[in-house]
Every structure is written in C-alpha cells, then in structure tokens.
C-alpha cells in the first residue's frame, strides 16, 4: 500500500492533504523530518484498533502542518493559534479518554475527532491559500 493509500486508510482525507500540502514544503530540512515522524506516527496508527492512537495521529498533523506554516511562512500569524487549540484538543482527548469508558468515550471521541478534523481542514485551507500566493520562481512553490 503506498503512503497516501496507508495514511487515507489509517486517518481520513484531511490528514492526507496535510501530507501532501506539507510534502510540498518538503526542501526544508525541520518540515522534512517532521513530515517523516509524522508518516511513521501515521504507520504505527494503521494497525492499531485503538482510537487514541488514531486522534494522537492526527494531533501529530494538526502539529506538523502548524510547523511547516511557521517555519516556511514566517509572516503567517495562525500557527500560534492553532497550536493552542491543538494542546485545548489534546487536553480533552486526555480526559474523555481517562474519564470515560464505553459508549460514553467512543461518542466522545467522535465529536472530538470532528473538532480535529475542522481544524485540520482549516489549516489546510490556509497553508494551500499561502502557497498559491507565492511566485513560481520561489523555492516553496510546488
């Protein structure tokens, strides 16, 4: 299976496109290595049935996707944010998963797995909308 196949399977299209977004940025060797400790998380996460692992996986690209846009667009003022909102989500993620058993935590689960998936999606949104912005001849144009 290849990567995209393994991480689609594993996480849900917004993680893949965090993949792909990010892998565009991939010249810069921090956003390379966390796109690689980000791909290895993804591949623990595939075989797990644990849906804890499956959410620390996507905080990992919540996290990784943060740090590409801080790192490749320093005069982006989002990250700041998103890594406080990703550290509220983990918080709760901690929580529901220590608090709760049975139904009661897979359903709390599942809403704190569409909060991730907003937030993902939405700095998505944002990394793509700055990479559209740069000139073709600027190293971090894909």
């Given at each position: 299976m290849s990567k995209l196949g393994?991480?689609?399977k594993t996480t849900g299209a917004a993680v893949a496109t965090t993949v792909?977004?990010?892998s565009a940025?991939?010249?810069n060797p921090q956003i390379a290595k966390s796109l690689d400790d980000l791909v290895g998380k993804l591949k623990s996460a595939t075989d797990a049935n644990n849906p804890k692992i499956r959410f620390d996986a996507k905080m990992a690209a919540i996290d990784t996707a943060a740090d590409a846009v801080e790192l490749a667009?320093?005069?982006a003022t989002e990250p700041a944010g998103?890594?406080?909102h990703a550290q509220a989500l983990r918080v709760r993620g901690e929580l529901i998963w220590g608090a709760n058993s049975g139904g009661t935590r897979r359903k709390a689960m599942k809403a704190l797995n569409a909060e991730t998936a907003e937030l993902l999606e939405q700095i998505n949104q944002r990394l793509a909308s700055l990479?559209?912005?740069l000139r073709a001849d600027d190293?971090?144009?894909s």
């Amino acid at each position: 299976m290849s990567k995209l196949g393994m991480i689609l399977k594993t996480t849900g299209a917004a993680v893949a496109t965090t993949v792909t977004l990010v892998s565009a940025l991939r010249e810069n060797p921090q956003i390379a290595k966390s796109l690689d400790d980000l791909v290895g998380k993804l591949k623990s996460a595939t075989d797990a049935n644990n849906p804890k692992i499956r959410f620390d996986a996507k905080m990992a690209a919540i996290d990784t996707a943060a740090d590409a846009v801080e790192l490749a667009f320093p005069e982006a003022t989002e990250p700041a944010g998103w890594h406080r909102h990703a550290q509220a989500l983990r918080v709760r993620g901690e929580l529901i998963w220590g608090a709760n058993s049975g139904g009661t935590r897979r359903k709390a689960m599942k809403a704190l797995n569409a909060e991730t998936a907003e937030l993902l999606e939405q700095i998505n949104q944002r990394l793509a909308s700055l990479q559209k912005q740069l000139r073709a001849d600027d190293p971090r144009a894909s």
